[in-house]
């Protein structure tokens, strides 16, 4: 219902994103002026990224973006890459999706289904930006503005056996990084198949390939710079550190962080290793073999209880990781056998557990199932500090938005029937709420390390009703947001004393117990500084 800078105003809004320092770029729909929309938005101004029914820069004349912005990426300076369909004159199904690149607001032509793709024979042309057919573009931007892509090949000389590729973009020039049908640097035999790739702030490209087959399951990471890639990681390597035990599947969606870290699920298989203990979560760093969580280890804070499988959901740029387990032991139940767990400066702690309330939530909700089947959407930044956004049951299902401190636990940010609060002004009661990374294992989904964020939230009686809100997440016991925790916070706490009330923001309520009293007191004096 607001006004939006492409003039009308706003209809459903599809996504948010933001990093460290970035504004937050979100997607949305404009009814009838035009419908589709990206929008870059900073605490001074919104201004148009991309909007539908707009001329395609690097095209034929009227040539125009069409309703379909199918997957966009910001990187810290604000850039963002999307993918976009096409429509008008010559525009057909073999050349009607292209990347383009804004860069504080000029929309740079990266490529289209159709164009000759770098690295290969003249006539070659791109058929589409996937790594499988109908799927949507995964894209990949670092903070210099380096895109990388996979892409397939249509035209003379192409095959099955040759017909994918990895490229990288910067600056108007294309370069492939690999093709399938030739060589595997350090492995020997040929690439048959790519997995969407990632790159670090270096411009070093990581992707998973098959060079085996015939079952589409990675044989190995390749890493490292366009003319000198390698691989890294190993389907059927030794486990470092574990005699007689192989990497035995690795799998495809491996984190790569900005500083060149990559974190990664492996199945292990050997000696000692049965389906109690092969899953595991292991870290690569300039060539150092690390492993983080094993399958059948202690449950921290749980007595007598083990970790099932685990799976990992997120990383920081630090390498640490937050994932999912299963749970096994003494009163361990169906409704209760799975957990988030992050791995901190202080080692494993527990986010969240199925089948426990959330904090903020009205109602008789809990968190549903936390598992591979049922990934949470996790941003963790460099203070091990979490936003989680995950669905929560009673007798419906819905979404809520809760956040995650070391020192605070687990606190509500938008959870269902939760009362919603922007500006110091109400903006309604929850119905549902999301955090957007664009991928299910995305460590960049959005949580900088001053604690920004962004989220979309559906509201209650009307749902259609929506909105896009960033926030911060607090500093412990920081009342006033002003980075420290002093004598204003504690006068805060008194002017405030006693049962919270209806409809009033309660920041004082430190413990989450809907009063202000010498426990909240005692909590601040706790953390001063």
């Known amino acids: ?203 070093r490209v990581l992707f998973p390939a098959m060079t085996t087959g015939p079952s589409l399951v990675p044989d190995a990471y390749w890493f490292g710079f366009a003319e000198s890639i390698t691989p890294i990681v190993l389907k059927g390597q030794p486990a470092p550190g574990m005699a007689g035990v192989v990497f035995n599947a690795i799998n495809t969606r491996p984190i790569l962080t900005d500083n060149g870290e990559i974190v990664f699920n492996v199945i292990l298989a050997g000696s000692g290793i049965t389906n109690a203990n092969d899953y595991s979560i292991w870290k690569w760093s300039s060539g150092v073999l690390t492993k983080l969580v094993q399958e059948g280890e202690v449950a921290p804070g749980l007595p007598n209880t083990v970790m099932g499988r685990v799976w990992l959901v997120s990383a920081n740029q630090a390498g640490r990781i937050a994932f999912v387990s299963s749970l096994l032991g003494p009163g361990i139940i169906s409704a209760n056998d799975s957990a988030l767990w992050i791995q901190s400066m202080d080692g494993v702690r527990m986010v969240a557990r199925e089948g426990s309330q959330g904090p903020g939530v009205v109602g008789s909700f809990v968190f549903r199932e936390f598992s591979l089947d049922s990934l949470p959407v996790v941003a963790m930044n460099n203070d091990d500090k979490v936003a989680l956004g995950t669905l929560v049951e009673s007798v419906n299902i819905r979404s809520g938005v809760w956040g995650w401190d070391p020192s605070l636990g687990l606190f509500p940010i938008a959870p269902p029937n939760a009362r919603l609060y922007a500006d110091g002004a109400l903006m309604g009661t929850v119905a549902n ?73 309660c920041v004082a309520d430190l413990n989450n117990d809907l009063r202000v009293n010498i426990v909240d007191l005692l909590i601040v004096v706790g953390n001063w500084g």
């Open 433 to 505: 709420s999301y955090l957007f990374g664009l991928d299910s294992e995305s460590y960049s989904s959005g949580l900088a390390d001053d604690g920004a964020f962004a989220f979309r939230t559906n509201f209650q009686a009307q749902t259609s009703v929506q909105g896009i809100f960033a926030g911060t997440l607090p500093v412990y016991c920081d009342l006033n947001t002003d980075s420290h925790v002093n004598i204003v916070d504690l006068l805060l706490v008194v002017s405030m004393w006693g049962p919270c009330q209806c409809g009033v923001e």
């Open 1 to 203: 219902g607001e006004a939006s800078p492409a003039g009308g105003s706003y209809g459903d809004f599809y996504s948010a994103e933001m990093r460290d320092f970035s504004p937050v770029v979100y997607s949305a729909v404009v009814p009838g002026n035009p419908p589709d929309v990206i929008v870059r938005a900073t605490s001074n101004t919104d201004d148009i990224v991309v909007r539908a029914d707009s001329q395609a820069p690097g095209t034929a004349d009227g040539v125009w973006f069409a309703n379909s912005f199918t997957e966009y990426w910001v990187n810290s300076p604000g850039h963002v890459v999307f993918a976009s369909d096409v429509t008008g004159p010559g525009v057909n199904g073999s050349n009607d999706l292209g990347l383009w690149m804004n860069s504080r607001g000029t929309n740079e032509y990266i490529a289209r289904e159709g164009d000759q793709a770098a690295g290969v024979p003249d006539g070659v042309t791109f058929s589409q930006f996937a790594a499988q057919s109908g799927f949507i573009p995964r894209i990949r931007m670092n903070d210099s503005g380096t895109v990388t892509f996979t892409g397939q090949l249509l035209g003379p000389g192409i095959n099955s056996t040759n017909d994918r590729g990895v490229w990288i973009w910067n600056s108007g020039a294309q370069e492939l990084v690999a093709r399938s049908g030739t060589s595997a640097p350090g492995l020997g035999g040929v690439f048959k198949y790519f997995w969407d790739p990632s790159i670090d702030s270096q411009g």
